[in-house]
């Protein structure tokens, strides 16, 4: 999630979001639930709805229909950042962060004190699916007794990943990735790139339209995907292949490698590829020589080297595992 980018857009950006409008009418009742739970894949924009949500919640001239009025000094504040009644946890904001058990206890007093502007106060947590169980306990004691005048609202990207406890004190919002149409149109609003690089993107940024819009702009991951799938579909060596794997972040690897193993099974199934959408030859190609136990087995591989990617002692070692066992290489 880029919590840096979406915070800038705060006001707009919701709106700008045709997939959110079914979730976002939810936001815009009248009585929001008091706890509620948005998750689905990152890269969809549950943190801009989120704090659309707390806007509209601490607004202080809401609309008929519960909707900020975006000019009001409650508005102000949150636009800027500096809203007294609204927390954000974790305070260390990142994609791994966690909430800790010392950050949800010195929540007690936000939450059972008067609220500085006279109305709700609202605690945002993100990374919910990352909460353990000290922290998670405690956090559902205020759960189960929420002050009348607070909302808790919780963002998740693995729903079943967040304690069952405060999973059921929440109502749940599915945010689900929009027809791949849908996402096309609007990143052809965004970028001035061609059609074919834009539908790449999106397959490549798993048909998540905001990680879409940031990957379009990423000319370090394309060099190296070039230079990588080049490679590949030449028939390069296990060193030339490593050399140019080393120089790629882990994560970023990881999951083209994985794509392009789902791609050929995919290929063998269905006759079209997924992911690569530049590789329908190539995959077909594999697809014909390799067996579904073979390419299986790499699949589970490349799984197992993300998993350790980042922790991996030796990088290049692990790199090369994973290339001698590929049916790209025999
Ligand atoms: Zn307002």
Redesign the pocket.
């Known amino acids: 999630m880029d919590i840096e980018r979406d915070q800038k857009s705060i006001n707009s950006s919701v709106t700008e979001m045709p997939w959110l409008s079914d979730a976002i009418k939810i936001l815009n009742s009248k009585t929001s639930p008091r706890a509620i739970l948005f998750h689905g894949k990152n890269g969809l924009g549950k943190f801009p709805m989120a704090q659309r949500l707390a806007?509209n919640v601490l607004?202080?001239?809401?609309s008929v229909g519960g909707l900020?009025?975006?000019?009001?000094?409650?508005?102000n504040l949150m636009n800027t950042k500096n809203h007294p009644d609204f927390v954000i946890l974790p305070s260390d904001i990142g994609e791994k962060a966690n909430v800790s058990v010392l950050e949800v206890r010195n929540l007690t007093s936000f939450v059972t004190k008067t609220s500085h502007r006279g109305q709700s106060k609202v605690v945002l947590i993100l990374n919910a699916d990352k909460i353990g169980h000290q922290a998670g306990n405690a956090l559902l004691k205020m759960l189960e007794e929420i002050h009348s005048t607070t909302y808790f609202v919780l963002i998740a990207e693995k729903l079943f990943e967040v304690l069952p406890t405060i999973r059921s004190r929440c109502q749940k919002i599915n945010v689900k990735p929009p027809k791949p149409e849908l996402s096309l149109r609007w990143l052809g609003e965004k970028s001035t790139q061609n059609p074919e690089n834009i539908a790449l993107s999106l397959s490549m940024a798993g048909f998540t339209p905001l990680n879409a819009l940031d990957l379009i702009k990423n000319k370090e991951f394309w060099g190296y995907r070039g230079q990588l799938i080049t490679a590949i579909k030449k028939g390069e060596s296990l060193d030339a292949l490593v050399g140019i794997a080393e120089k790629m972040e882990p994560n970023d690897l990881g999951n083209i490698l994985l794509m392009l193993a789902y791609d050929i099974l995919f290929c063998q199934i269905t006759g079209v590829v997924k992911y690569h959408l530049d590789c329908q030859n190539y995959c077909e190609l594999i697809g014909k020589k390799k067996s579904k136990i073979i390419l299986s087995s790499w699949y589970d591989s490349i799984v197992t080297y993300l998993k350790q990617s980042g922790h991996s002692v030796n990088n290049r070692l692990a790199l090369e595992v994973l290339f001698l066992d590929s049916p790209i290489l025999n």
């Open positions: 806007q607004c202080a001239n809401r900020a009025c975006d000019v009001c000094k409650d508005c």
